[in-house]
């Protein structure tokens, strides 16, 4: 049985192996898209939230919401994201094309191809490697990446898409996805179109994806938003890649997005797999995320963070401190909304300047996005780290630029930092 290309609206069976034995974990109530900020003119029309619960197969072990939104409304032309936006995450993202070249072989004038590229930023590592690269992105990011000499196609992945590909290029010796196996609901579209593109003898097909022992092990429910349908342990995405005849020849733990998980398959049979792959089935297996135990634990951990957290910024709120948010990642949106963190409590968000975010206002809780020199020149008492995965780099930058206030730091555990 294939994998379902999924229809917007309730999952009522797996998103991979289609059994109805999944079961919810936790539920984090309503939410707006992460990525669909508003106007100021939108703060009084009628605003779209979705149900957001985390669930959990007992067959093939796969972590995913509860509801698909439709993709052209959560990856819409101006969507605001940009991966290049800080040197943190740039390197992380070249690191890809510099793990392929240490480990594999490959032709002479090798192609690379990233679904999802979204402005090119991971393509540049490949370019830099004597790569020729092409992306595919369905938002209007596309054109910030040609325009930056990143060859990039602005369709949405899937089997038409591929056979455009396939007419046009020769096959890919690289075909990249960094959280693709997350938000894509057109998942059987999608490798169809993969293991049509890839190089049957040498090709590497490499995913990274947010990898559900982090979610898990750093209270990180913030990243549970609807443009993640999924979160995997290794074993599920083993059984969906041989699904499409794909081999997993190696997996890495990686510090990206706060904790990620990078696979590498192949359609060739031959190659063996390195001895990491069962090692990290086995540390999985071994620490209880096969097990309905650790959810249950987890959900009850949750649920102590956000009493925790409120009462924190309530009881500063009450003493007449300003609080202001930092940095505007997806996963603010459902920190904020599931704490009923609103503007209320916090007076604003500061991001970067060359943020597309700028002026906008979050869905739900609706609170102003600036830029983050307002914050320095009024310095509030204290700064509530939105982008707490990126903690140290981001309180040492405001330092640096001339923030004294004392920081906010949500998770994994609520607690203040001078």
């Keep these: 049985m294939s994998v379902s290309d999924l229809k917007p609206g ?17 539920d984090l109530g309503h939410s707006g898209l992460c990525d669909s900020l508003l106007t100021k003119n939108d703060l009084n029309k009628f605003e779209k939230s979705y149900p957001l619960k985390l669930l959990k197969c007992r067959n093939c072990h796969l972590l995913q919401i509860n509801y698909v939104v439709d993709n052209k409304e959560v990856f819409h032309l101006d969507y605001p994201y940009k991966s290049g936006i800080t040197k943190t995450l740039k390197d992380l993202l070249h690191n890809t094309s510099k793990y392929a070249v240490k480990n ?9 191809i990233d679904i999802g590229s979204n402005d090119g930023t991971l393509l540049e590592g490949f370019k830099n490697q004597g790569f020729k690269v092409l992306g595919v992105e369905p938002t209007n990011i596309a054109k910030l990446a040609n325009k930056k000499g990143i060859k990039t196609i602005q369709k949405f992945f899937d089997n038409k898409t591929a056979r455009i590909i396939k007419k046009r290029y020769q096959k890919a010796d690289v075909i990249t996805g960094t959280n693709i196996f997350a938000h894509i609901n057109k ?27 982090n979610i898990l092990d750093e209270m990180q429910f913030d990243s549970i938003y609807h443009e993640h349908l999924r979160f995997y342990l290794l074993k599920p995405l083993i059984y969906l890649l041989n699904k499409y005849g794909f081999k997993v020849i190696d997996a890495s733990r990686i510090p990206n997005y706060a904790g990620s998980i990078r696979v590498t398959a192949t359609l060739n049979k ?22 309905e135990k650790k959810y249950k634990q987890y959900a009850k951990k949750v649920i102590s963070v956000r009493k925790n957290l409120s009462e924190m910024l309530w009881k500063l709120k009450l003493k007449r401190k300003k609080i202001a948010g930092v940095g505007c990642p997806g996963r603010s949106i459902t920190l904020l909304a599931y704490c009923n963190i609103t503007n209320q409590l916090i ?24 830029d983050e020199k307002y914050m320095i020149k009024n310095q509030p008492d204290y700064a509530l780290i939105l982008s707490w995965h990126y903690g140290k780099n981001v309180m040492k930058n405001l330092r640096n630029k001339g923030y004294k206030g004392k920081f906010i730091m949500p998770l994994p555990k609520p607690r203040i930092l001078n």
């Design 10 to 26: 309730v999952i009522k069976e797996c998103q991979i192996c289609r059994s109805k034995k999944i079961y919810e974990i936790l």
């Design 104 to 112: 594999y072989k490959f032709s002479k004038k090798p192609l690379a």
């Design 187 to 213: 998942l059987d579209s999608l490798m169809n179109g993969v293991k049509s593109l890839i190089d049957r003898k040498n090709g590497i097909f490499i995913t990274e994806s947010h990898y559900a022992v």
């Design 270 to 291: 031959n190659i063996k797999p390195k001895t990491n792959v069962k090692k990290i089935i086995d540390q999985e297996k071994k620490r209880g995320f096969y097990s």
């Design 347 to 370: 007076d604003y968000i500061a991001e970067q300047a060359s943020s597309l975010k700028l002026n906008m206002f979050t869905p739900s809780t609706h609170i102003k996005i600036i």
